[in-house]
């Protein structure tokens, strides 16, 4: 596990939009393509929104193909849509070569069986796609993409990507698998605010089970990038 400590989420976003390019251009370079899966909320905003500005001539974006790693289930332009977040914040900005959204306006076991033919179709034969980079935040409950504590999702083992209930919400959500955002090449959180410091001591360094706190789900092989603020980072021992 890297943990990196920013200053403040603007620093953060910063440190995250740099990431972003470096790993992107190290995939382009080495396999002629770069596959990330996006994340919803206000820091991958500000991240994506300096991607727009400072790097749209520093990456090569037609070979920037866009996933996301979860969806409420509402149409695109709906103003809680991760897809309408992504959209004007940077997609809208940068000629990418291709998005692959979900399709949150259709019923949901739907749109989560059509998203999982969708990755099938563009990886070919890998029993689970393995993209090179997946964007993650947490919430102050712990959960991550919409890996909600104590729902169906955090148990499957055999799909891509699932309609989730979460009963506190009264809502479905779509959402990829854990063994997919494990397969990753590079998993990276970015976290700000003290709202998060207690969920994020106890993901980073508690005892309770990822039932409880579903980030804890999040293993890559090669670890995760923890990329926080110093108000997300404040209970840390």
């Given amino acids: 596990m890297n943990v990196q400590i920013y200053e403040d989420k603007q620093e953060l976003a910063e440190a995250a939009a740099r990431d972003f390019a470096e790993r992107a251009t190290a995939a382009i370079e080495e396999g002629g393509r770069f596959t990330v899966a996006l994340a919803g909320g206000s820091t991958p905003k500000a991240t994506y929104e300096i991607l727009a500005r400072d790097y749209a001539d520093g990456i090569d974006w037609s070979r920037v193909h866009v996933f996301f790693g979860d969806e409420r289930t509402v149409p695109p332009d709906?103003?809680?849509?991760?897809?309408?977040?992504?959209?004007?914040?940077?997609?809208?900005?940068?000629?990418?070569?291709?998005?692959?959204?979900?399709r949150g306006e259709l019923p949901p076991e739907e749109a989560a069986t059509l998203y999982e033919d969708e990755l099938r179709e563009f990886f070919g034969s890998e029993s689970i796609p393995s993209l090179d980079l997946v964007m993650l935040g947490i919430g102050g409950d712990g959960h991550t993409a919409s890996l909600f504590p104590?729902?169906?999702?955090?148990?499957?083992?055999?799909?891509?990507?699932?309609?989730?209930?979460?009963?506190?919400?009264?809502?479905?959500?779509?959402?990829?698998?854990?063994?997919?955002i494990n397969a990753a090449r590079a998993v990276v959180f970015a976290v700000a605010g003290e709202d998060k410091a207690e969920a994020l001591k106890e993901i980073l360094e508690g005892n309770v089970g990822p039932h409880d706190y579903?980030?804890?789900?999040?293993?890559?092989?090669?670890?995760?990038?923890?990329?926080?603020?110093?108000?997300a980072a404040s209970q840390l021992s």
Wanted: aromatic fraction near 2%; proline fraction near 8%.
């Fill in 150 to 180: 104590n729902t169906p999702a955090l148990d499957v083992r055999d799909r891509l990507t699932v309609e989730n209930p979460v009963e506190k919400l009264e809502t479905v959500r779509l959402t990829l698998t854990a063994p997919v």
């Fill in 78 to 102: 709906h103003e809680d849509s991760n897809y309408r977040m992504a959209r004007e914040a940077l997609l809208d900005h940068v000629p990418v070569g291709s998005v692959h959204r979900m």
């Fill in 214 to 231: 579903p980030a804890k789900l999040v293993r890559p092989a090669d670890g995760s990038v923890w990329m926080l603020d110093r108000t």
